[in-house]
């Protein structure tokens, strides 16, 4: 199968959140703010779908619950939905194909999907993004 | 060689109950040449059976209850009875999200509100997902 990577934005400004500038197996970082506690600073995301790696200058624990916000509008990115693995908030990025990436807000937790309304349009970026189904 | 992507005509999802597992399809009430979704349903005027088509973005459906335009629609199961309808609200109406689970893994998710058209497809496990797409509906053949 191929490897899917996803460029996302920020669900309120619609701002890029890659970072090019920094690199995760190759691929540009997914950067947003986040705090726990009364830490807070910057978390890189690997952008590799179904990957866990991440880089951040905040110490993080297994179980921490994290506000994810927006470094360009500051809006908060943790959602109303509940992670059906651990009940924390489930944190949402918008897919720059459409559609949304959610990924749990709980150090530790690897409860994600992936979501679609017009899902033709996105299949059709799978193929011609991805070479999805070619030989 | 060039490769010809083909495009199926419709998508059609085979759902089951999110609580107890149970298929929601009815092969004996077609919709649009499809099995039907079947669920039961609670409303102003009482309890019903709804059936849903099963092709995504189609909004058809028969009911043996009167539903009002713009009313929350209570979805139940119609094995297990649970109610459907998910904390989760429409983003674009604030009315509780429904909930089905998906045969081939996922989630289908529908506006409860009468008339507001608002849904999604959720995936975990995206690649798997897409690998049913090539070889169910033939996304991505070549000919």
Known sequence: ?????????????????????????????????ISSGDKSGVIRLCSIYGCYDYLTDVKLKNGDLVEFTCPHC???????????????????????????V??????????HSVGFVDLSSALNSFYHQYKYGDQ | MLKIKTMPQTITFDVNCPECGKSLMDAYNLLMDKPSIRLTIETAKGKG??????????YAHTSDIEIEG????NFFCPFCHENLNTEIK???CEAPMVSFK?????????????G????????????????????????????
Request: aromatic share 8%; with cysteine; charged share 25%.
């Open chain 2, 49 to 58: 059976t709804i059936r849903l088509c099963s092709i995504y973005d189609c």
């Open chain 2, 102 to 114: 998906l045969e081939m893994g996922g989630k289908v998710n529908i506006c409860s509100r009468k």
């Open chain 1, 102 to 111: 959610c990924i749990c807000s709980r150090s530790g937790c690897k409860n």
């Open chain 1, 1 to 33: 199968m191929n490897e899917l990577q996803f460029d996302v934005n920020c669900p309120h400004c619609k701002r890029s959140l890659m970072d090019p500038y920094r690199m995760i197996h190759n691929k540009p970082s997914i950067r947003v703010n």
């Open chain 2, 90 to 92: 429409c983003e674009l």
């Open chain 2, 116 to 143: 507001c058209k608002n849904h999604n497809v959720n995936f975990v496990d995206l690649s798997a997902a897409l690998e049913v797409f090539y070889n169910k509906f033939g996304y991505g053949s070549s000919h």
């Open chain 2, 70 to 73: 713009g009313e929350i629609v």
């Open chain 1, 74 to 100: 500051k809006e908060i990115l943790n959602s109303q939905e509940k992670c059906s693995e651990c009940e924390a908030p489930m944190v949402n990025f918008k897919l720059s194909i459409g559609g949304m």
